[in-house]
């Protein structure tokens, strides 16, 4: 079955930047588009950007733009998520998403990456 693997989180501190990435992994399918999600201890999954290749349509949250960008890799299916001037109130587990076609939802989940910012 196809699989997300994301990779990049650690720990680091306010004001600091890391960079998550996302791949698929085992039986290849057709991607659309890829997102990146998050969710906090006691707080729901909220969204935090996406790409669709189609007409490379970006969005982010609010909570995160300008600091934060989605960048799709060369190879094809991976994304990336460089994160700048991180917040304490960025820290969460960092899941990344894949859709097999423009507004079908997300098909596939990765396991989510922590991402743990100290003050």
């Known amino acids: 079955q196809v699989q997300l693997v994301e990779s990049g989180g650690g720990l680091v501190q306010a004001g600091g930047s890391l960079r998550l990435s996302c791949a698929p992994s085992?039986?290849?399918?057709?991607?659309?588009?890829m997102g990146w999600f998050r969710q906090a201890p006691g707080k729901e999954r909220e969204f935090v950007a996406s790409f669709f290749w189609s007409d490379s349509r970006i969005v982010y949250a609010d909570s995160v733009k300008g600091r934060f960008t989605i960048s799709r890799g060369n190879a094809g299916n991976t994304v990336y998520l460089q994160m700048n001037s991180l917040k304490p109130d960025d820290t969460a587990v960092y899941s990344c998403?894949?859709?097999?076609?423009?507004?079908?939802?997300?098909?596939?989940w990765g396991q989510g990456t922590q991402v743990t910012v100290s003050s």
């Open positions: 998403a894949a859709s097999r076609a423009r507004g079908s939802g997300w098909a596939y």
């Open positions: 085992g039986r290849t399918v057709s991607i659309s588009g």
